[in-house]
């Protein structure tokens, strides 16, 4: 496995436009084109969304599409090779303005008659196939409107195959009910007659009506087996008027050589620190774990590049979640394995016992982790829909290697008696602390602290200083220079300004090979950005070469998107954890996450900061490390209430808490540390994401004891709740960790 995915990954790992920039296309829409009663504004926005999906249908290239004044759009997208560009291009431009026009019924007796102009018709050509494999140009009159008004607009799905008969490429395509209805009508009523498929304004195929017909048709024509590819993707997104390329720029990355190269540092310092201290606190077994780390890594960048998923920063926050996961779930593992050795099992015993106890935790912590990731890819879009790629391929990854691939090491080790103990490290055991008995007060002081945090949240989105040029765009200013200034210099020297996080990035004039500056902040603040560049980088002479105004890379439809998802990831929760579990336990669930998003919320509006794409996936990020903390403790109260511990609910779940308090205190320090290093020595959009998961990391370990077991505890009212159907921990087979 390991070697097939070295030769699929090789050269192959793709960075995004914020690690290592891309290409440019300023494009321009032919309103004049436009159906009438089509709004020029509305038919920009849709063709934002259009390109989206043109360019990214899979949802792992994150390209940045934005309007980009008047009727024109900006489209970045990730290094492109030559051959990639041209076929950008193809997808960009292209109209795919499909249409179903019945052909004039004497269309080749006006024609030899030398009739070029006909009431309600026009001439179109259609290609036709010559034996020698060339082609020839056939006119034939054609309405000048489709009938009915049937076009690509009620475009169900189109599909590119091969014919059997010819085994040439052909494009299979599935009308809408409402396409379907006209086309029925319209051919039932025209049997015996020909009907144009114009694609373009070029006829693809006029196939006579021999009986009527439903959603189902398809195109044939001259066109190889890339082109037919090209026109599924684009039949499926059509645009409403043409789009012309009027300029091509290359684009440096939009985080900036400094804070990417000081990014690389801090996630190295963070990774090394983790695995250190795995090493020294749990020793053999931690060199156990840091061989399985490093092992899901290189698997996960391996699939990833497979897959052809294009890396970012919000794919980077998907990788720092699965490590954690990963560590969490070597941690689970361990402690297991020191209970059972404590307890009088060998070794032999005590490996396996703790491996089956930690199955059924490790289980539900990584199935509601991808309920959510699986939510993202199907319902998400741009950056929301490439975290939910990453963490779906590393959550199944770090459950290989957490579960197999150190369980087959231990079983190499003891069944050649290369060890006969495994000495750990402890600092923390024997608590009994009353954690319940102060959760009345804790629970009462977070919503407090949330309720000022939100409300001076929602204040500074009224005044305009919560969202960032990503989410309402802003001027765009561009500058000639003599002298290059680092990204990071020129965005704190903005930013200095009060006006929020400005977006930095250097292009390239592909013609001239000229390099310009281009700087989006708040609306017109553009002269007060530019004098205060000239003042503070007097040497770079800078010179405004234009201003536009620019609408936002995170649109409206991504936005929606994000917040869709979200609340079905939650609802998935919900459902799940009460199937494994019990209601209270789901309730207590989902409310410790919407704590842990709140708070966050809270204490990152308090901070000033402004939301952009990468606080988005930050957001993401708190969800997976928060219902992943939770779910360790609700297991371990389930297992002490079906072992039959003794003493009141509150009691068990004291018990559960103080049982797994060493595990939380690890798994969030290690998290907390290796995010720590990303804050300390990254910068820019890396800190305000480290910044964001920080707080995260310590109100999820926060809430999943004060919030979500003392929900469960109140919707009881003390009482033992009878626990719902579930697999315990100990029902859970070695074989199913076994190979």
Partial sequence: ????????????????????????????????????????????????????????????????????????????????????????????????FLEFRMVHPQSAQLLAEGITREPGYEILYEQEANPDGTTRNIPLFVKRKPEGGLTGKYMKRAMAVFDPVTGQPEIQFELDGEGAVIMSKLSRENIGQR???????????????????????????????????????????????????????????????????SGVK??????????????????????????????????????????????????????????????????????????????????????????????????????????????????????????????????????????????LMFDFLLARNLIRSLPMLRFIKGTKLDFLGVAEPAFAASWLLILVGVGFGFKRGFDGGLFGVDFKGGDSITYAFSEKVGVEKVRESVKALGFGDPAIQYQRNIGSNTEVLVVTTAYEKGAEVTAKLEKDFPGAKLVVKGQDRVGPTVGGEIQKAALVSMLLALFGILVYVAFRYEFSFAVGAVVAILHDLLMTFGVFSLAGLELSAPIVAAFLTIIGFSINDTIVIFDRIREDLKLGVRGSFKDVMNKALNQTLSRTIITSGTVFLSTSALYLFGGGAVKDFAFTFLVGILTGTYSSIFIASALVLWWHKGQRPSLGAGVSAESVPSAAVRV
């Fill in 1 to 96: 496995m390991l070697n097939k995915l070295q030769r699929d990954a090789a050269g192959r790992i793709k960075l995004g436009l914020d690690l290592q920039g891309g290409q440019s296309f300023l494009v321009e829409m032919d309103t004049t084109k436009l159906a009438d009663g089509t709004d020029a504004e509305s038919a920009i926005a849709q063709a934002v969304e259009v390109l989206r999906r043109r360019v990214d249908k899979f949802g792992v290239a994150e390209p940045v599409i934005q309007p980009a004044g008047g009727n024109r759009i900006s489209i970045q997208m990730p290094g492109l090779s030559e051959a990639d560009k041209e076929s950008a291009r193809q997808q960009i431009s292209r109209a795919a």
């Fill in 195 to 261: 009907m144009a498929i114009v694609l373009d304004g070029v006829i693809y195929s006029a196939p006579s009506i021999n009986s009527e017909i439903g959603a189902q048709g398809r195109i044939t024509g001259k066109f190889d087996v890339k082109e037919a590819k090209q026109l599924e993707q684009v039949l499926e997104n059509p645009l409403e008027a043409p789009l012309t390329i009027i300029e091509e720029r290359g684009v440096d990355p939009s985080l900036g050589k400094d804070s990417i190269d």
């Fill in 266 to 407: 801090a996630a190295l310092y963070g990774t090394i620190a983790v695995a250190l201290f795995m090493i020294v606190y749990y020793l053999l077994a931690g060199v156990v774990a840091n061989v399985a780390l490093l092992l899901n890594i290189v698997v996960l960048l391996g699939v990833m590049c497979s897959v052809g998923t294009t890396l970012t920063l919000p794919g980077i926050a998907g990788i720092v979640l699965t490590i954690g996961m990963a560590v969490d779930a070597n941690v689970l593992i361990f402690e297991r394995i020191r209970e059972e050795f404590a307890a009088g099992k060998s070794l032999r015993g005590a490996v396996s016992a703790g491996y089956d106890k930690a199955f059924g935790t490790i289980f539900d912590a990584n199935i509601t982790t991808l309920i959510s990731s699986i939510i993202l890819i199907f319902l998400g879009t741009g950056p929301v829909k490439g975290f939910g790629v990453t963490l779906t391929i590393g959550v199944a990854v770090s459950m290989f290697t957490a579960l197999v691939v150190t369980r």
